[in-house]
């Protein structure tokens, strides 16, 4: 923690030009830093949480008028001595400002390096730390909402909670050690096994939550898929309102993938326009038609579109088949509606089909509900907690097998002081999620991820 007595200084907003651009310093120094580039100001002798416009000057040169902001330690973001410059949104003027900083003692920050310093100060914890990523990134209402949950520490609070029960369960089983030598049966062993089945089933939840977390943090890959001349193209120009993708009557029109993005009901989707699929013997189709089963394997939801007018029952039957062998959730969707005289059933099989007409716009309203429903399905992202992040599902998977095992070892009559090593384990990798325990390697990879002056 050698760097730890630096100053850093980085550009706080987007690089290139706009109405203001903001510089922050942090560390022992940062108030002498910035008196010496506002040297009229008297910065080092205000008060916190207070602002100072003043002229920024370097070498007798004036750079900039600014306005400084000035938060005192431990009331700041990093819980150091920070020092706001909003400065005119110039890229000179900043690269100026900074180099002067610089010249001034400070020191370029790493990526993530401010807010790792809110970390190693006890202003939050590692999972908290790491949804300030998560919230700067986000594209979508929904991947927001779960980032500010985590950032508020909505997360950690159930991690406390289960580091509790621990701790609890840990207390019992000491008890059984000390009564060992009487060699009496424990009415309390179901009380034990019944704490850790409460506790797997709240880790069960938030490692089932993951595939919904990584969905809303990523965006939701749906695949259009269907015969040549199905009217995906048209569909996926009909969903983003735009003309993307070429739409002609030849079979085949589409040879590559075409991606997009689309946020419906504050959630992202992804939109995959893919080659029809059949038997061709021209080496690019069939190369796209390869390229259209890999992202059916990959995507998170396959759209099957298929013309309600000419597919048949048969054919229908078999594209099934391939969706329930290739695809992780379907939805089949009956195209050119327009062009139907009398109704369709609504169901085929076991399954719902919705019938729609890409082109006039039919129906895809209740198309793209039934997208959204089909991603937010038995969860309430309200208030519960959903693990995006992958370091945290790693250890959650530890976590869950810990238990496995100190439940196996409760029913096989395991010493107690054989479980009592599970429960450690157990309590290190909760630990690794909030930062309890760590080590610095794992921190910089963490903090790396960020961008440059968060
Ligand atoms: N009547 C009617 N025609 C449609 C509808 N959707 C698409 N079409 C027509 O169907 C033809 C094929 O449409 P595309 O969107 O190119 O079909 P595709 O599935 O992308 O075809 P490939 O790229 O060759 O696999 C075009 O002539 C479209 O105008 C619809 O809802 N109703
Ligand atoms: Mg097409």
Not at 81 to 104: K, R, T, W
Not at 342 to 366: C, F, M, N, P, W
Not at 373 to 394: F, K
Not at 422 to 450: M, P, V, W
């Amino acid at each position: 923690m050698q760097s730890w007595q630096d100053t850093i200084v980085a550009l706080a907003t987007p690089p290139g030009v706009g109405a203001l651009g903001i510089i922050r310093l942090s560390g022992p120094e940062a108030l002498g830093i910035a008196q010496q580039l506002m040297p009229g100001a008297g910065l080092h002798k205000r008060p916190s949480h207070t602002v100072k416009v003043g002229w920024i000057e370097w070498a007798a040169e004036r750079i900039d008028e600014a306005v400084a902001t000035i938060y005192r330690a431990p009331r700041s973001f990093t819980g150091e001595d920070v020092v706001e410059f909003s400065c005119h949104g110039s890229p000179y003027i900043l690269q100026e400002v900074m180099n002067a900083a610089v010249a001034a003692g400070a020191r370029l920050a790493k990526p993530g390096e401010f807010t790792q310093r809110a970390f190693l100060n006890g202003k939050m914890d590692l999972a908290q730390a790491e949804a300030v990523a998560d919230v700067i990134a986000s594209h979508s209402a929904a991947a927001h909402h779960t980032a500010i949950h985590q950032m508020r520490g909505g997360f950690s609070h159930v991690l406390a909670a289960l580091r509790e029960q621990l701790i609890q369960f840990s207390a019992l089983i000491e008890l059984e050690l000390d009564f060992a030598t009487e060699d009496v049966e424990f009415a309390d062993r179901t009380a034990l096994l019944r704490l850790i089945r409460t506790m797997d089933q709240t880790v069960q939840g938030l490692l089932q939550s993951f595939q919904l977390g990584n969905v809303i943090k990523q965006g939701v890959a749906v695949a259009i898929v269907g015969k040549p001349n199905a009217g995906k193209s048209t569909l996926l120009n009909t969903l983003l309102n735009e003309n993307r993708a070429i739409v002609s009557d030849i079979a085949g029109t589409t040879r590559d993938t075409i991606e997009e993005v689309l946020n419906i009901s504050g959630v992202l989707f992804r939109l995959i326009d893919t080659a029809g699929i059949r038997q061709s013997t021209d080496q690019i189709e069939a190369i796209g038609v390869e390229k259209s089963l890999e992202k059916m394997r990959q995507a998170d939801i396959v759209l099957y579109l298929f013309d309600a007018g000419s597919e048949d029952a048969q054919q229908l039957q078999e594209a099934i088949a391939t969706l329930q062998k290739e695809a992780r959730r379907f939805l089949l969707v009956g195209n050119k509606a327009d062009m139907l005289s009398g109704s369709k059933s609504q169901r085929l099989g076991e399954y719902d089909v919705l019938y729609i007409s890409a082109q006039t716009g039919l129906h895809v309203d209740l198309l793209k509900e039934k997208l959204v429903d089909l991603v937010l399905q038995g969860a309430d992202t309200g208030e519960s907690t959903i693990v995006t992040n992958a370091r945290h599902y790693a250890a959650l998977q530890q976590v869950a097998a810990s238990l496995a095992d100190i439940d196996s070892g409760l029913r096989q009559g395991t010493p107690a002081d054989l479980i009592a090593l599970d429960i450690r384990r157990c309590l290190h990798f909760l630990g690794e999620i909030t930062g309890a325990i760590t080590n610095e390697d794992q921190l910089d990879y963490i903090f790396s991820k960020f961008c440059i002056g968060k």
